[in-house]
């Protein structure tokens, strides 16, 4: 085995992460993309007409969800596409080391930060609590009693206290 066939593995391995890396990237951005339309329609869609307190928390809740995965995710699509100019500040280096000492370049690599890592979880975990929760509120919203219905139901209680009062207050015969 020959330095060319080392050299033609490492040329291979760098196309294989640069795509890779470019995928990761596409992948971010259409999820990203999606996650902050979907905060926007559902911020703009809401309507204030729920009296449940218990009802406003799950949206609030919900939203604040996607909120910060959308959040998340453009932290890690930031960090992806830094990857290749921290790749080249590190390979620019070992080129100018390699020069000074007169010997070959090392080979090198740049890995993702942990917090790349970690905001990746994260944000499919955010992202998937908070769709989740927006079903659970779009239930919930589904089966709330409107503000008529409501004034009914309310018109019947007091229509039947009043039968029993005065059912109460008829004399005995």
């Known amino acids: 085995m020959t330095n060319e066939y080392y050299k033609e593995q490492i040329r291979q ?15 971010f951005q259409h999820l990203l993309l999606v996650s902050a339309s979907i905060v926007g329609i559902v911020i703009s869609l809401h309507t204030t007409n729920s009296e449940s307190l218990y009802i406003r ?11 910060l995965g959308a959040l998340s995710l ?52 955010l992202l998937t609590l908070g769709f989740v929760l927006q079903i659970t509120y779009t239930g919930l919203m589904a089966f709330q009693p409107t503000k008529a219905e409501k004034k009914i139901e309310r018109k019947e209680f007091i229509i039947k206290h009043e039968t029993k009062t005065i059912d109460n207050q008829a004399p005995n015969r």
């Open 13 to 27: 391995l760098t196309e294989v992460m640069e795509k890779s890396t470019e995928k990761k990237i596409s992948f």
């Open 57 to 67: 928390w799950v949206f609030l809740v919900s939203t604040t969800l996607l909120s």
């Open 74 to 125: 453009a932290v890690v699509l930031y960090d992806f596409s830094r990857i290749q100019e921290t790749l080249c500040q590190v390979l620019r280096t070992e080129i100018q080391d390699a020069i000074k000492t007169d010997r070959e370049c090392k080979i090198v690599s740049v890995d993702n930060k942990k917090r790349t890592l970690f905001l990746e979880k994260t944000s499919y975990i």
